[in-house]
């Protein structure tokens, strides 16, 4: 009487199975067809016997079982001739399970790419301990950092194919697991994502990347992407993103030139099988042309915002106002009636400045002198008299800037008498569109 099924191997012409008492049957492959059964290997098999596993390893039948049932056991392989004669024993190391609750299902024999190809053992173990984990088959140590697979995808046993590792397990039984190639031994997690827009078309265009998003991700796994579709558009906008990934323990920011580029796509749904950890940097900076800037504006003539940061209020432009300490822009003597003076104040921002709060000053030994304020335009806006000699007298208000950087205006002496000393002042500028 048959048992529960633990293992399945073929040999050749040959299909044995392993049951839970520790019975190998055989039977024929081309008709399954019974052909004989064997007790003598249940008394090679020192862990629970409803725990062992069954395996072809390219030479040897293999049972995989535990050393013991003490609850600190560990991994042994039982290798017979392909007619179930019992051959060696193989007890692992560095890897304790429990031979009374733990199943070690049947496994491969597959070299181990990153343990300079060393061939390698590789077991579905269940229980306390659960995964795929690797053995080196000439010592039987246990290889760190190298499991892969969860419980309810590889408990019931792994193989390999020629190409991947492939699980089972009876959470799913109508399920086969696959798993990639993407393997490390250490690596720093988690796995940092992000794309940037990029256009190939003529001159080619990029943007810093977007926000990042991470996550933690086991060995052999495969990763789906979801990114925005590339928005429509015609010369020197994106027609492509790009996709750029980091492992590392901090979020590598905007822009960082230390993620590494793994895909140009037009794609919406992307799937990784492994880390291109010396694709190209993300651009530090972008160069994509400015566009014309959006506006909110009210229904009637009254004010609009723009998305440059420009901003009109009755219809006249005005960004913002940006104060600062007064700062000093002329200082000289003038003659009365002489030409006015230009100033600047560098303190202003340039290119836009249009209003600017500015300040004069005459003063000297003369009673006759006059300070005037004046637009770049040449237009009177304030003046003050000197009437006392040895004092000074003061005028403010608001100038038109123009001129060099488009934040100059004048001051003159207006007055008739001789030379006076005058000094211009700035406080602050309104920017304007």
């Known amino acids: ?39 003598a290997i249940a008394a090679y098999i020192a862990g629970a016997t409803a725990g062992a596993g069954l395996f072809w390893d390219g030479t040897n039948l293999v049972v995989s079982t535990a050393s013991g049932t003490t609850g600190t056991d560990q991994v042994r392989l039982v290798k017979l001739t392909t007619a179930a004669a019992y051959s060696s024993t193989l007890t692992c190391s560095g890897l304790a399970v429990n031979g009374s609750t733990a199943t070690i299902r049947g496994g491969c024999l597959v070299n181990d790419a990153l343990n300079a190809g060393a061939p390698t053992y590789w077991l579905a173990l269940g229980g306390t301990v659960s995964g795929v984990y690797g053995f080196v088959a000439s010592t039987g140590a246990s290889t760190a950092n190298r499991d892969f697979g969860l419980a309810a995808e590889v408990a019931g046993g792994v193989a390999w194919d020629g190409s991947a590792f492939r699980g089972w397990a009876a959470a799913a039984p109508t399920s086969v697991w696959a798993f990639t190639s993407w393997d490390w031994s250490t690596a720093t997690q988690p796995f940092w994502l992000a794309y940037s827009w990029y256009d190939d078309v003529g001159t080619v265009h ?109 219809g006249v432009d005005m960004t913002y106002f940006v104060a600062h300490a007064p700062v000093q822009v002329y200082s000289g003597s003038l003659a009365g009636g002489s030409a006015a003076s230009t100033s600047e104040c560098t303190s202003c921002p340039s290119g836009k400045t249009r209003y600017q709060r500015a300040y004069a000053q005459v003063g000297g030994t003369v ?40 934040r100059q205006f004048k001051v003159r002496n207006s007055g008739s008498g001789a030379a006076a000393t005058i000094a211009a002042y700035c406080s602050g500028t309104w920017r304007v569109a």
């Open 206 to 314: 990029q943007s810093k990347v977007g926000p990042r998003a991470s996550i933690s991700l086991g060995r052999r796994r495969q990763l789906g992407v979801t990114v925005p579709a590339v928005p429509a558009g015609g010369a020197d906008d994106p027609d492509k993103l790009n996709l750029y990934m980091l492992a590392a323990a901090a979020d590598p920011g905007a822009g960082s030139g230390t993620m590494h580029l793994q895909t140009t796509t037009t794609a919406t749904q992307l799937t990784l099988t492994a880390y291109a950890s010396g694709g190209a940097a993300d651009p530090t900076s972008n160069n994509f042309p400015g566009g014309t800037p959006a506006v909110i504006k009210s229904q009637v003539t009254g004010w609009q915002l723009g998305g440059d940061g420009s901003v009109q209020i009755g």
């Open 367 to 406: 009673t006759t002198a006059t300070v005037e304020l004046e637009d770049y335009s040449g237009t009177a806006v304030a003046e003050a008299d000197l009437e006392v000699a040895s004092q000074a007298a003061w005028c403010s208000g608001m100038v038109v800037s123009g001129g060099t950087n488009n």
């Open 1 to 39: 009487v048959m048992g529960a099924i633990v293992g399945v191997a073929r040999v050749g012409s040959s299909v044995w199975v392993l049951d839970n008492l520790g019975t190998l049957f055989q039977y024929n492959q081309s008709d399954l067809t019974y052909v004989g059964k064997t007790t």
